[in-house]
């Protein structure tokens, strides 16, 4: 999928360069409905902070409480000297390059660098580059640091300095906390506007979803999955044993894994996210199975040359994926074993607010964190006539994303979920389409022949059923001209005469 690199507006946060549709059997008459029997226009004032949220970290104040406090000085720039003229995000990039030494070290020089080398995304760089998965999360990440190189030091109280700063106002560094700490807002889960089937044939659901496209919330399908009822966390931790999943950028064993997650307060929690799960832990690809809908995966042509395709997703409440679009042009499924998580669609023709692809599609600059977009862009939509598709997806329930649609996901709790992407009749072409772009080695993800990809794809379809292909490719150009020759009662009638006669 394409890189998301860090955004902050400026009229927002950070600087970039980087009642529920029950439905069966039918649909509603517009994807968009022009009115929606919902309240959005309540706003329930300010923000609700989670019940286990820390104090704000070392007195970190937002910027516009200094301009209530007149007599105050912003110990930000005192501190810093000559380098206050920077912003706190290349504070903090310049700072970045230093090791564990130099912060501890840069932290005893003034109050404002206390703060500066104590921000905890540096220090979580450190434990992921140094430690990789191999580490026992402490309570922060500058206390899991300390502890793995020096295992006799041991911290006060929750494992941090209880020194508060008085008079440093930063909005960045603070909603850097607010972000970490921040429950969802009700009006935030409030709409739920996706059409819900439960039952329908295979047929119906291409004809009304997988072909013309639409995202759909699929009910009872997940019945009989052995995974609904044994994919506990002891299980899971019992069956995998000492085996490593892909967290991030690291291989972390689930048990530690399910240490990090329950002590981590951060604004952008570590996801298990792993591709190859079911070749690590073959049990758990036996208890889960391709729900009928979507089991025409035409990328199974290529056998084990096929871009990755399956994950096993764990994260705690909070942690989730920032808006995308899946890779190589697919469709996708997406099971909820255990939790929940709230999902935030747009179609393909709609980028959301907040976001802004490059033209060529390679890479996406985006909020820092999904909090941060609801927070500065979530009521942006209020207005907008084609609103964005929500719903909450709970246990037992697929999600079906159709090829190009954005979407973004947050887990609402501690949530295990099963997705695949793959690759239909209803979507072939524009697979193909997308896998022979002039810059498909930016563009191509899960496999290392992204040059290739196109060829050794049709080649295989060509092989495996003759004659796909073209016909696919005929169909579509009589949809086309269909389309193209379709004129509007409008249209007509500047064209034709109107008579009328008594």
């Known amino acids: 999928m394409p890189k998301c690199k860090n955004l902050l507006l400026t009229s927002k946060r950070r600087k970039s360069k980087s009642k529920r549709q029950k439905l069966h059997q039918h649909e509603p008459e517009s994807l968009f409905p022009e009115k929606e029997v919902e309240e959005e226009d309540e706003d329930e004032g300010g923000f609700k902070l989670k019940i286990a949220a820390p104090s704000q970290e070392h007195g970190v104040q937002p910027l516009g409480n200094l301009y209530f406090n007149p007599g105050a000085v912003n110990v930000r720039n005192t501190g810093l000297g000559n380098l206050q003229i920077l912003s706190d995000e290349l504070v903090l990039d310049i700072l970045g390059l230093l090791g564990a030494n130099h912060l501890g070290v840069l932290a005893t020089v003034t109050k404002s660098f206390y703060i500066f080398a104590n921000h905890e995304p540096l220090w979580r760089n450190l434990v992921l580059e140094e430690l ?16 793995a190189y020096h295992p006799k030091f041991k911290f006060a109280g929750d494992g941090e300095s209880n020194l508060k700063i008085i008079d440093f106002y930063s909005d960045y560094l603070f909603q850097s906390w607010l972000c970490a700490n921040l429950e969802m807002k009700p ?24 072909e013309p496209n639409k995202p759909v919330l699929l009910e009872g399908c997940l019945d009989g999955w052995p995974a609904i009822e044994k994919w506990s966390r002891d299980y899971l931790t ?3 044993g000492d085996v490593e999943f892909a967290v991030g950028p690291v291989e972390m064993k689930l048990e530690k894994y399910f240490r990090y997650s329950d002590g981590a307060r951060e604004e952008r929690p570590l996801y298990l996210f792993d591709p ?30 096929r871009p990755d395709y399956r994950w096993i997703i764990i994260g705690p409440a909070g942690s989730g994926s920032s808006f995308h679009i899946d890779p190589n042009s697919t469709s996708a499924w997406n099971a909820v074993i255990t939790g929940s998580k709230k999902w935030v669609l747009f179609p393909p023709d709609v980028v959301p607010p907040g976001v802004h692809p490059s033209p060529d599609g390679a890479e996406v600059a985006c909020p820092v964190s999904i909090i941060e977009w609801f927070m500065n862009f979530y009521d942006d939509t ?22 190009g649609w954005w979407h973004l996901v947050i887990n609402l709790e501690e949530s295990i979920a099963i997705t695949q992407n793959y690759a239909s009749r209803s979507n072939l072409l524009n697979v193909l389409e997308f896998l022979k772009k002039p810059n ?4 191509v993800s899960g496999t290392t022949d992204r040059e290739n990809l196109h060829d050794k794809f049709k080649k295989a379809i060509e092989e495996a059923y003759p004659g796909t292909i073209q016909e696919l490719e005929k169909k579509a150009e009589e949809a086309k001209r269909a389309e193209e020759q379709r004129v509007s009662f409008w249209d007509s009638a500047k064209t034709d005469t109107f008579k009328f006669s008594f």
């Open 187 to 210: 009006k935030w889960l409030r709409r739920d506007n996706i059409t819900r089937v439960r039952g329908i044939s295979v047929e119906d659901f291409i004809t009304k979803f997988e």
């Open 382 to 403: 209020k207005d907008w006539e084609k609103k964005p598709i929500e719903c909450i997806c709970k246990a037992g329930e697929v999600m079906f994303v159709p090829n």
């Open 440 to 443: 498909a080695k930016e563009l």
């Open 276 to 305: 190859k799960f079911a070749e690590k832990v073959p049990v758990l690809d036996s208890e889960y199975d391709v729900p009928v809908y979507f089991r025409e995966d035409l990328f199974g042509v290529l056998g084990n040359e």
């Open 238 to 240: 019992k069956v995998v």
């Open 132 to 147: 990789k998965g191999d580490f026992l999360f402490n309570g922060s990440w500058r206390s899991t640091y300390v502890a």
